[in-house]
């Protein structure tokens, strides 16, 4: 089994900074990319930002230039630093990894349980 655990979510006011954790464990051979997705109330769930195990990023348009993804193959953890936060990030974050499980032949996606991000005055 895999399991994804996030932290770092919370309040903070528009302008400001936070930075999400997601640290994957379990019985992990390999994991190919991990990701940030997003979802609004009554929105749909959306990729925020991906990075695969040689280091290329990838960022949704509305993020460009504000959020940094990076991670950490050898401890298995993702980061996504969130700076010039606007309310319109106001959503639940997710933390995804496609990850190949020590003796299984294919890769899977897995999910964690999600962090609150607020963005508000």
């Known amino acids: 089994q895999v399991q994804l655990v996030e932290s770092g979510g919370g309040l903070v006011q528009p302008g400001g900074s936070l930075r999400l954790t997601c640290a994957a464990s379990?019985?992990?051979?390999?994991?190919?990319?991990m990701g940030w997705y997003r979802q609004a109330p009554g929105k749909q769930r959306e990729l925020v930002a991906h990075?695969?195990?040689?280091?290329?990023?990838n960022y949704a348009d509305s993020v460009k230039g504000r959020f940094t993804i990076s991670r950490d193959n050898a401890k298995n953890t993702v980061w996504l630093q969130m700076n010039s936060l606007k309310p319109e990030d106001t959503a639940v974050y997710y933390c995804?990894?496609?990850?190949?499980?020590?003796?299984?032949?294919?890769?899977?996606?897995?999910w964690g349980q999600g962090t609150q991000v607020t963005v508000s005055s």
């Open positions: 995804n990894a496609n990850v190949r499980r020590s003796g299984a032949l294919g890769s899977y996606y897995y």
């Open positions: 379990g019985s992990i051979f390999r994991i190919n990319a």
């Open positions: 990075i695969i195990s040689g280091g290329n990023t």
